[in-house]
């Protein structure tokens, strides 16, 4: 059995956004959604089981898992070892290419990279279908990051049938999202806690009801390489995450100035001919989503914006995989 | 018959929205609105029918009337000439002491000012119910222009039945609304397209079914003078217009960075004791409820924001006037 594994999982962009649990311990979403896999948002992480070591050692971006962080990975890690029915403790050493907590979704890379990695190390080869299970439960849009490409995860009503499915391969169409990036600060309110409060925004049934439709939507404008029908739907369900949290009781304002700012340049840009639609996250920054032939000039676009820090172009990734090199 | 005639009217900030028209020819609402008249944004205007004049002569701001500004007020003077059975042309003259189209509610002030001198100057003496009808037809939100202090607009279920009434006086609650000027420049979707707009949101019947109690809760808050109720019911409420708005097809996108700048800055200053909500109209501008006590305080911090470019501190205004100097 090996005892030592690295996996590498990509980020991904929600075009049709998970937000709202129907069971928030198991992480059961009450919609589907459908996201796209990041080539260039990637998380690293090695496990390796010691028998000789006496507790979970967790090393997250170079520095020491904090109490929140911990307990998250060590029940990741408890739901592994009960697979795998093994006792032994883990170190775990985790590095992403991108800032944590801001927008970009680094809990979902990581707990999918975490759940290849450490059922690898546990001596366990789940099929897909089970690894996007189990990283469901350790963040729930992680389980869209096991699968390559284009992928839906099928909301489901229990555990055993809450999973993501792979829609298209990365090649099915060129689009990339090129992620404006104007805050590296951690958000002020997690995800978890934004699902959580989703329940008490009296337009979340409306919201839910609604998704049917514009999920068909998405799939046809995918399947069709129509970037004008995805760009539509994609920017309601972002407005619509963002609508839900301000509506939640007490609001949740992921809103920014630098956000708008970016937000207004794009439908400028589009109005000017450019086709570039965004989307955002339960967090500050922007990922505008155009085809490959415009990335060059939606990518020096975005760097012109003086609130935009950082650019990050991205290409759709391909689904979790081992790595070669280990971290330790 | 006196032939000439001005009035003063307040602008109004609205505590509960109007958004989304029941009937839109008549400007009959889909629900109840709560609003507090301005004593330091005003319109005066004056009015004089002259019957040698052989069309009607518009001038605003000192500059000739626009097309569309033009239709709108001799529409509303052919209402006037109807119900007086005259059929004399006007000069008509108003000034408002705050710029126009930016968010304070403008046309609220200028048909409420228009309704009572054109009445008047037509020999007229409308009691205050049929003046608020009047002014409705003009624009919506003039009708709660019409009595003082805080006023409801009773949505009503035809022309004869939507009107607004006084709910406080003035003196009621020292209540101060903080004017956050952060654009000068007419909005470019105005509140008729807006309303027009509102019934494609699919979260508009949600909106209106969960209105009665969020006006109870205001006018409760406002008879216990209880500040934390009532600005949590209105900031929910200004959010909600904004989403009715991003929701609608196509999306309407008042916000803008400066706006989420200073709304930023109002949760950061209650969130340190200070007493101080946000509310939001159909433009970029942030009105900022506080008690008097805490005005100063409120309009020297919003001063200080980089991109606020004036501030107007308004105290609960008066009904609509008959004004002594007059334009011409």
């Known amino acids: 059995m090996p005892q030592k594994s690295t996996a590498v999982s990509c980020s991904n962009i929600a075009f049709i956004k998970y937000w709202g649990n129907r069971d928030a311990a198991r992480r059961i979403p009450l919609n589907n959604s459908i996201s796209m896999n990041l080539d260039?948002?990637?998380?690293?992480?090695?496990?390796?089981?010691?028998?000789?070591?006496?507790?979970?050692?967790?090393?997250?971006?170079?520095?020491?898992?904090?109490?929140?962080?911990?307990?998250?990975?060590?029940?990741?890690?408890?739901?592994?070892?009960?697979?795998?029915?093994?006792?032994?403790?883990?170190?775990?050493?985790?590095?992403?290419?991108?800032?944590?907590?801001a927008g970009i979704a680094s809990s979902a890379s990581a707990f999918a990279a975490l759940s290849l990695a450490a059922t690898r190390a546990a001596g366990?080869?789940?099929?897909?279908?089970?690894?996007?299970?189990?990283?469901?439960?350790?963040?729930?849009?992680?389980?869209?990051s096991i699968p390559g490409g284009f992928v839906e995860w099928l909301a489901g009503t229990e555990s055993a049938n809450s999973y993501a499915v792979s829609i298209a391969p990365p090649t099915f169409w060129e689009l990339r999202d090129v992620i404006a990036i104007v805050s590296t600060a951690e958000k002020k309110i997690g995800s978890t806690d934004g699902?959580?409060?989703?329940?008490?925004?009296?337009?979340?049934?409306?919201?839910?009801?609604?998704l049917s439709a514009r999920l068909a939507?998405?799939?046809?404008?995918?399947?069709?390489?129509?970037?004008?029908?995805?760009?539509?739907?994609?920017?309601?369900?972002?407005?619509?995450?963002?609508?839900?949290?301000?509506?939640?009781?007490p609001p949740i304002f992921y809103w920014s100035p630098e956000m708008v700012r970016v937000i207004e340049a794009a439908r400028a840009w589009r109005?000017?001919?450019?086709?570039?639609?965004?989307?955002?996250?339960?967090?500050?920054?922007?990922?505008?989503?155009?085809e490959s032939k415009d990335?060059?000039?939606?990518?020096?676009?975005?760097?012109?914006?003086?609130?935009?820090?950082?650019v990050i172009v991205n290409a759709p990734g391909g689904a979790a995989r081992l790595g070669e090199e280990h971290l330790f």
């Not at 955002?280 to 990922?287: E, Q, R, T």
């Open 195 to 210: 699902h959580r409060a989703a329940s008490s925004s009296h337009f979340l049934a409306e919201r839910v009801n609604a």
């Open 217 to 249: 939507r998405v799939r046809r404008a995918l399947f069709a390489h129509d970037l004008a029908a995805l760009g539509a739907a994609i920017e309601e369900d972002a407005i619509e995450l963002h609508l839900i949290a301000m509506t939640s009781a």
């Open 40 to 101: 260039h948002a990637t998380t690293t992480t090695t496990v390796a089981f010691e028998d000789a070591r006496d507790d979970d050692h967790i090393v997250i971006g170079g520095a020491l898992a904090n109490a929140a962080q911990r307990a998250r990975v060590v029940a990741h890690l408890d739901r592994v070892r009960a697979l795998a029915q093994i006792e032994s403790r883990a170190r775990v050493q985790s590095q992403n290419n991108f800032p944590m907590g």
């Open 124 to 144: 366990l080869e789940l099929p897909e279908r089970e690894l996007s299970i189990l990283a469901r439960q350790g963040s729930g849009s992680a389980c869209r």
């Open 271 to 290: 109005a000017d001919g450019l086709g570039v639609y965004f989307t955002l996250d339960a967090g500050p920054n922007v990922h505008l989503i155009c």
């Open 295 to 310: 990335a060059d000039q939606v990518a020096a676009r975005a760097r012109e914006i003086s609130d935009v820090r950082q």
